[in-house]
C-alpha cells in the first residue's frame, strides 16, 4: 500500500469514528420534570366506562416508559396531565357492493385533548393538544361487542399518543 493511501484510509477510518462517538440510543431527551400526576380522564363524550379505562391504559403507559416517576397526588408532583375525551366516531369503511346497508368493517376513533402543566411555575406546557386513536372494527360478531371488544385497544393507542405527546420533544 502507498503511502498516500495509507494515510487516506486513515483519514476515513477517523471521519467514521468520530461521528459515531456521540451516538446514544433512546430519545436523547429528558423531560423538563421528573415527576406526574395524571388527572382522572374526563369525558365530553357520551362512551360508557371509558373515563377508568383511559385512567388506567395512562398510568400503565407512562409506567412502562420509565422517564418520569408518577405520583398520586399533583401537589406532590412537578407536572399534571389532564385529558379529556372528547368524541367518539365510526365510518363505515368496508361495505357489500350489492348491499350498503351491511357493512363488514368500521374505522372507529376516539378524540382527546391533553393539558399538561407544570406545577411549579403554574404555567401549561401544552394546553388542549388533540390526541386521536383509530382503529378498524369488524362487525363478524356484531357491531355492539366488536366496537365494546376494541375500546381497550382505542385507550391503549390514545395512551401511546399521550405518552409521545409528553415526553418526546415538542
Known sequence: M???GYLLSLWVAVM???GCAGYQLGTGTAP???TLFIAPVASEALIPQAQALATTQLRDA???DGRVTLVNSADAADAVLQITLTGYNREETV???NDTGLARRFDVTL???ATLTDNRTKQDLFA???LVAKRGVFTDSGLVPAEYQSLPLLAELLAKEATHAVLDTW
Request: proline share 5%; net charge positive.
Open 16 to 18: 467514521l469514528l468520530t
Open 128 to 130: 388542549r393538544r388533540p
Open 111 to 113: 378524540k382527546a385533548h
Open 62 to 64: 407512562f409506567s412502562r
Open 2 to 4: 502507498t503511502r498516500s
Open 95 to 97: 361495505s357489500l357492493q
Open 32 to 34: 423538563k420534570f421528573s
